[in-house]
C-alpha cells in the first residue's frame, strides 16, 4: 500500500463522514486494521477492497486512483472530489507542482513494491488467498467434526451413516485452486463421500458405484 492509496483511502472514509470506527464496524474488521491502511502499514485484502468500493459507490479503479470516475458522481463521490478541490483564487504558486504525467494509465507507483509479474491485482488475490489458507489451517476444523458426530450419535443414534462427516476433513483443508466446483466433484474423496451417501441413505449401491467415472472424466476435462 503505497502512501497516495493510504491517503485516499483515509479522504475518501473522511468524506463520507465515516470514523475509523464506524468503518470498521461496517466491514466486520478490527479498527486498527482501518489505521494500518491509512498509515501504508499494511493493504486491504481484495474482499475489503471490494466492500470499501461498494460502500463508496466507486469501481475499484477509482479506488486505489488508477483512473478518475468518467460517470455522473452521486452525492458521496461529489463531496469527496469537492473536499479535495483547491479554492480557485488560491495562487499558483500554493499549489503542489504538477508531476510528470505517467506514460500509462496506470498512476500508482510500485515500483518499491515487490509485486508477482508486476501486477498489482494478481498480488492482492494471491495475498488473499494466503491469508485465507492461513486461517483455515488454524480453525479447528477435526475438532468441529467430532462434535457432530457426537451429537448426531448420542441425539439421533446416526452413528451409521454420521461417520462420513469425517472425509469432509481432508476438503476442509483443500487449497483455494482445488475447490472450484469442477475440481472438488473430480476429487476421489469427494465421489467416495457421494457413493457412500447414496449406498447409506438411498440403498443405491449399484449403479451409485458408477460416480467414480467422475473422477477421470473431470480430471480430463480440466486438463
Known amino acids: 500500500m503505497t502512501i497516495e492509496n493510504a491517503n ?9 463522514g465515516l470514523s475509523q470506527e464506524e ?3 461496517k466491514l466486520n474488521i478490527s479498527r486498527q486494521a482501518i489505521s494500518k491502511w491509512e498509515r501504508a502499514e499494511s493493504s486491504p ?22 483512473q478518475v470516475p468518467q460517470r455522473p458522481l452521486d452525492e458521496g463521490e461529489a463531496e469527496f472530489e ?14 503542489a507542482p504538477a508531476e510528470p504525467e505517467p506514460e500509462e494509465a496506470d498512476a500508482v507507483d510500485t515500483s ?7 501486477s498489482f491485482y494478481e498480488h492482492q488475490e494471491q495475498e488473499a488467498a ?24 448420542f441425539v439421533f443414534h446416526q452413528w451409521h451413516p454420521g461417520w462420513i462427516i469425517f ?25 467416495t463421500i457421494i457413493y457412500l451417501l447414496l449406498g447409506c441413505l438411498c440403498n443405491l449401491w449399484h449403479p451409485g458405484w458408477l460416480v467414480f467415472l467422475l473422477i477421470p472424466l473431470l480430471n480430463a476435462h480440466r486438463r
Open 23 to 25: 468503518l470498521a464496524e
Open 82 to 95: 469537492a473536499s479535495t478541490e483547491l479554492p480557485e483564487d488560491e495562487p499558483a504558486a500554493a499549489q
Open 112 to 118: 518499491n513494491v515487490d509485486l508477482p509479474n508486476g
Open 45 to 66: 485484502d481484495t474482499d475489503n477492497l471490494i466492500a470499501l468500493a461498494q460502500l463508496y459507490g466507486v469501481s475499484l479503479d477509482v479506488l486505489l486512483g488508477l
Open 167 to 191: 472425509l469432509t476433513i481432508p476438503l476442509f483443508y483443500l487449497p483455494e485452486s482445488e475447490r472450484e466446483p469442477v475440481r472438488l466433484l473430480g476429487n476421489p474423496v469427494m465421489v
Open 8 to 16: 485516499r483511502l483515509a479522504e475518501m472514509r473522511r468524506a463520507h
Open 130 to 153: 494466503r491469508e485465507r489458507a492461513r486461517r483455515r489451517s488454524r480453525y479447528p476444523y477435526p475438532l468441529l467434526v467430532t462434535a457432530a458426530y457426537l451429537v448426531l450419535g
